[in-house]
């Protein structure tokens, strides 16, 4: 006899209609006043660890709490302790400018919870993405056999994309296999090498030129020591747009060189790559389309909430190689799906993940919305802003300018005639811990040619000049400030 279900009186996990729009409702309304009063907020506040104990460890529980209390609490006590990368002020690293519509995207994502890591799954869904990734990939000038994936950032997109060289130039790991880079890529690149096994050795590290860009004869010359030493030079990662100064490498060069050599080029314009969609940044990434691969985080100048970065490449048919599930690996539970696959494009078959979210929606949702126009305009900003922090600095005759204004970078040192460079280091930061605590905007610095400089990224599609010039002017009377104490 077939057993009765038991049927609990109410589902465990489950609200009323009622208690839903309850609960939605509170949330909008936390997510409309942020995105309505940011510009009032501060750029950044931060709990030591003792303060953030206090407030929020607590055992785990056995009995429910409303969770209109718990939001309360998210509200007072959460959000409000955090960097906010997405706020116009917020010139520090690389911002994550986001945009309500995608916040809306991610909630969809969430809501539907669609498993996007194989066409029978996620048909739909995964036209979607593809859909996405194929208006990238024309933006970055690639071809129509050009494939890609969203994965959580640049930091996952550059790791595959060496997994993805390595196996289309060596057919797998090599003791005697090199990748090259400029000594200013993002670490996230020495990182990933170094998950992949990639030892010191197979890792070279080439200086760059005194723009601070990857120096292409320094790179010829180190190729051909290592060849010399019978090792096998696999891939060179250029950048489009270095986290440091928004220097780019020479791109046409380089592809160049790689086609001489039969290198792989992964581009890592995990920030910059998004500026192909402007005609500036179309002229200063020329070239992008020869590489054999491309990192570009949407959650930068794409103005998406985090996590969405993506990696695009040439060829679609090597990530399927890099990335197949093979007969021995026994994905046994999956032999109905794999009955199914044809020419059907599966996810799991181009990255890491087998389970994935449906990453791409609040960017196809977001860009829909707006238009691609709006992006434009909002790519636009970054580079007026950060060309009129450069001449607000150059007129105002007491800061140097380290790197002109590049892909919506700028940064700078204060001149301080008869100050020692040291005495200079030492006001980089205390300015910087300065601003930080007043938190009318976040400015943090860098090294450059081994020496601090402050650094400017205002890459929000709602920064302003004013805004901009009211930070210069504070940080002024901060130096001003600080020599006169001394
Ligand atoms: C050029 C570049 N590459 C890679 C990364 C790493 O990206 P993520 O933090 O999304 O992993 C960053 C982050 O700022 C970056 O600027």
């Not at 998950?195 to 080439?206: D, E, I, N, P």
Request: net charge negative; with cysteine.
């Amino acid at each position: 006899m077939t057993p009765e279900p038991a049927t609990p009186p109410t589902a465990p996990l489950q609200l009323t209609r009622q208690q839903m729009q309850a609960l939605g409702e509170q949330a909008l309304a936390m997510v409309i006043d942020h995105a309505e009063n940011i510009r009032e907020q501060r750029t950044t506040t931060s709990l030591s660890r003792r303060e953030a104990m206090e407030r929020l460890q607590t055992p785990i529980l056995e009995t429910p709490t409303p969770p209109s209390e718990l939001l309360e609490l998210l509200a007072r006590d959460v959000f409000p302790n955090a960097f906010r990368a997405d706020h116009p002020r917020f010139y520090a690293f690389v911002p994550s400018p986001s945009n309500f519509v995608s916040a809306v995207g991610d909630f969809l994502t969430s809501g539907h919870n669609v498993f996007s890591g194989h066409w029978l799954a996620s048909s739909a869904a995964s036209q979607i993405e593809l859909t996405v990734l194929e208006w990238l990939q024309q933006a970055c000038g690639y071809p129509a056999d050009a494939g890609g994936i969203f994965v959580s950032g640049g930091s996952m997109a550059n790791l595959s994309a060496i997994v993805v060289a390595r196996e289309t130039r060596l057919g797998g790991h090599d003791r005697q296999s090199v990748v090259y880079y400029s000594d200013q890529t993002h670490s996230s690149m020495s990182k990933g090498l170094r998950v992949l096994g990639f030892s010191k050795t197979q890792r070279r590290m080439v200086a760059s030129d005194a723009s601070l860009r990857l120096d292409i004869d320094a790179l010829a010359a180190a190729i051909a020591t290592d060849r010399a030493k019978g090792l096998r030079p696999f891939c060179v990662v250029a950048n489009a747009g270095t986290t440091n100064t928004g220097a780019v490498d020479p791109l046409p060069a380089l592809a160049d060189l790689c086609d001489r050599e039969g290198l792989w080029l992964h581009v890592d314009g995990a920030y910059g790559a998004a500026a192909v969609l402007h005609p500036r940044g179309a002229a200063a990434l020329e070239g992008l389309g020869r590489a054999d691969s491309i990192t570009l985080d949407p959650h930068k100048w794409l103005f998406q909430p985090f996590e969405i970065g993506c990696l695009l490449v040439r060829d679609a048919q090597a990530m399927k190689a890099a990335f197949r599930v093979e007969e021995d690996d026994h994905a046994d539970y999956l032999a109905d799906i794999s009955r199914h696959i044809q020419d059907d494009v599966n996810f799991f078959e181009r990255g890491i993940q087998l389970t994935r979210s449906f990453k791409a929606l609040k960017l196809w949702l977001s860009l829909r919305t707006f238009g691609v126009a709006a992006f434009r305009q909002g790519i636009q900003v970054g580079f007026d802003v950060a060309d009129f922090a450069q001449q607000w600095l150059e007129a105002s005759g007491q800061w140097d300018i380290v790197t002109p204004s590049q892909m919506g970078i700028v940064t700078f040192r204060w001149r301080g005639p008869g100050m020692s460079p040291d005495a200079v280091d030492a006001l980089t930061a205390r300015v910087v811990d300065r601003l930080r605590a007043d938190g009318y905007a976040t400015v943090m610095s860098t090294l450059l040619h081994g020496r601090p400089a402050l650094r400017l990224c205002p890459i929000h599609w709602d920064a302003t000049t004013g805004e901009m010039a009211t930070t210069l002017t504070m940080l002024t009377r901060f130096a001003e400030e600080d020599i006169a104490r001394r």
